[in-house]
Structures are given as structure tokens and as C-alpha cells.
């Protein structure tokens, strides 16, 4: 038997609005939890919505928590026309809301305005540091190329801060509840291709060099995920 093809990534190029699709509302009742599966018709792509987001450095790679049983990742994107196909798939989201607002939210008298204030955005600008931010669900299944060698290794062990990734990512369902509206999707294949280049400047010092009167911490900061950090 022929192995089943792997789903092409879609490009801005690509993407067109009318091939998406949403399947009913699924409701489970004790984590009060609702979603509506997303369909790509086209069958070529095995009816799947999956994007290729290029060129992402990776700020930090995390395990399993209480809110979350997936390994996930946080990176920041410079990948323009990804950020722009993101748009356009999340205001297909948008206009689907309000027309399935009743099935959806269960309140006919919710407008467009009021939808969008809900409405999370998968790509976050953050304002400070002018950049795009973006975290991601690793699927159980992700396949990891490092350097052009497949590896089966834990993710959280290959992957590391300041790594530049290409990541195929399944947009798989969207996500509405009273007080938010978002895309639930997650990476399927990652590519590492290098080191950053602002990684790869840094300055590396032996113990033949070392001097601690060189090094100082900048006042604490708060990252857009709520963490505390210093700058060395």
C-alpha cells in the first residue's frame, strides 16, 4: 500500500478563503471546553489547513504544565507573509463567529466589535521589542529534522533558545468561548536550520578572560508571557 501523502504547506500565495470549512460545535461539558474542527478543501492537501512559517528564532522551549499536557514552543517571527496569511485566516474566523454566533457563543445579540475585542490572535506584536511572537502546541507526532538529519530524540532535549526553525503547523480547530475566540492548531514537522545570527555575535569568554567587573544585570523586565528575566 502507497503511504498516504503529507499534507503542502499553504503559502499567501496559495490561501484561499472559500476552501475553508468548520465542522459543528463540539461541547465537553465538564471542562467546559467548546471547539469547531477546521477543513481545507482541497485534496490534494488531504483537506488539512497547514502552514509553513520560515525563519523563526526560538525563545524558549517548554514541557508539560498544569494548563497544558503538550510540549510547546515560543518564537518570534519574521516571516512576513506568514504574518499576513494568519491575518486572513483569522478573519475568515471572524466573519464565521458572527454568522455562527448563536452555535457558537449561544448569544444572538453578539456583534462584530464585541467579537473582535474576544478574539486572540495567534501572531502577538509585542510592542516593546517590535517583534512578533508566536507560541506553539508541539503535536505527540512532531518530526524534527536537525541539520538535515531526522531525529528521533525528545524535542525538548534537540530543541534550544536562539535555534532558527522552518515549522509546518496544522491550523486544526478554532476555539470560541464567552470571553475569547482563537485558533487551537499545532506543529507537525520542524526544521532547524542554524543558530541566529544575534546568538551566533555573542561574545564567549574563557576562564583565562574572565573579569567579573565586565559583567552587570540590567534592571528586572517581564517578558510577553508573563516571565521575569534580567539582561547579563
Not at 503538550?70 to 475568515?92: H, P
Request: with cysteine.
Amino acid at each position: 500500500m502507497a503511504s498516504k501523502k503529507a499534507p503542502t504547506p499553504i503559502t499567501l500565495e496559495t490561501f484561499d478563503e472559500s476552501a475553508m470549512g468548520f465542522k459543528n460545535i463540539y461541547i465537553m461539558p465538564e471542562r467546559g471546553f467548546r471547539s469547531a474542527g477546521i477543513t481545507y478543501k482541497a485534496p490534494e492537501l488531504n483537506n488539512k489547513l497547514v502552514v509553513l512559517i520560515k525563519d523563526c528564532r526560538v525563545i524558549m522551549a517548554k514541557g508539560p504544565s498544569e494548563k497544558s499536557n503538550c510540549n510547546s514552543l515560543y518564537v518570534s517571527i519574521t516571516d512576513t507573509s506568514a504574518i499576513e496569511l494568519f491575518k486572513r485566516i483569522e478573519a475568515v474566523v471572524l466573519k464565521t463567529a458572527f454568522d455562527r454566533r448563536v452555535e457558537w457563543f449561544g448569544n444572538e445579540d453578539f456583534d462584530e466589535d464585541e467579537i473582535s475585542e474576544i478574539h486572540k490572535p495567534a501572531i502577538l506584536l509585542n510592542e516593546k521589542y517590535k517583534s512578533h511572537n508566536m507560541n506553539i502546541n508541539l503535536s505527540r507526532f512532531v518530526k524534527i529534522v536537525n541539520m538535515g538529519v531526522p531525529t528521533n530524540e525528545d524535542p525538548m532535549s534537540v530543541l534550544q533558545p536562539n535555534q532558527t526553525i522552518d515549522i509546518c503547523i496544522e491550523v486544526e480547530k478554532v476555539k470560541p468561548a464567552t470571553k475569547s475566540l482563537r485558533l487551537g492548531y499545532t506543529a507537525t514537522k520542524i526544521k532547524i536550520t542554524g543558530v541566529s545570527e544575534e546568538a551566533a555575535r555573542a561574545v564567549s569568554y574563557f576562564p583565562v578572560d574572565f573579569d567579573d567587573a565586565e559583567f552587570k544585570l540590567s534592571d528586572m523586565e517581564t517578558n510577553a508571557m508573563g516571565g521575569k528575566f534580567a539582561k547579563l
